[in-house]
Nanobody
Framework: QVQLVESGGGSVQSGGSLRLSCAGSGITYSSYCMGWFRQAPGTEREGVAAIGGARSIRYADSVKGRFTISQDNAKNTLYLQMNSLKPEDTAMYYC?????????????????????WGQGTQVTVSD
């Protein structure tokens, strides 16, 4: 059974940093393409960062230069380093995995193509 468990969320002030982690079990990260998404109340799930086929990485325009996605296959863990956080980054953050490995850009636009999802970790950024 595949499980993805996010951690590292919390409350920070604007300009602060957080590092999210997504630990997987029942899955070998090196065989999957992974991504981070977020959803604020009353909004659609939004792509944040995705690692696609050939390990191409794509970021949403709103987080470019501030967020960094990385993956440690030995630890079966996906990370999202978030710097210079803004109040508009406030959302529940989810990690996702899929074996098809489309491009990162495709996954950002089509989040529901992912096969597996975690339960999410809340990030709250205050002024």
């Amino acid at each position: 059974q595949v499980q993805l468990v996010e951690s590292g969320g919390g409350s920070v002030q604007s300009g602060g940093s957080l590092r999210l982690s997504c630990a997987g079990s029942g899955i070998t990260y090196s065989s999957y393409c992974m991504g981070w998404f977020r959803q604020a109340p009353g909004t659609e799930r939004e792509g944040v960062a995705a690692i696609g086929g050939a390990r191409s990485i794509r970021y949403a325009d709103s987080v470019k230069g501030r967020f960094t996605i990385s993956q440690d296959n030995a630890k079966n863990t996906l990370y999202l380093q978030m710097n210079s956080l803004k109040p508009e980054d406030t959302a529940m953050y989810y990690c996702a995995a899929d074996w098809t490995c489309y491009t990162g850009a495709y996954y950002l636009q089509n989040p529901y193509k992912y096969k597996y999802w975690g339960q999410g970790t809340q990030v709250t950024v205050s002024d």
